[in-house]
């Protein structure tokens, strides 16, 4: 019986936010400053972009 691959993913993304502490910290003031009515799309956009730069180069590590 062969093992469920695992999603490595999700644990990846979680180490690289300490890497994109600027990014997480200007994502977060939008929220605050909007309160839940929206708006921070170029900031979440940014996140994203700065969490996959740096998880891009890990999960190749994982692929077969």
């Not at 999603?7 to 939008?30: A, H, L, M």
């Amino acid at each position: 019986m062969k093992a469920h691959p695992v999603d490595v993913y999700p644990e990846i993304r979680k180490g690289c936010e300490s890497k994109c502490v600027t990014v997480v910290k200007e994502y977060q003031n939008c929220l605050d400053r909007v309160a839940g009515k929206g708006g921070c799309d170029g900031q979440y956009f940014d996140l994203l972009k700065c969490i996959d730069k740096c998880a891009a180069p890990q999960i190749f590590k994982h692929l077969k």
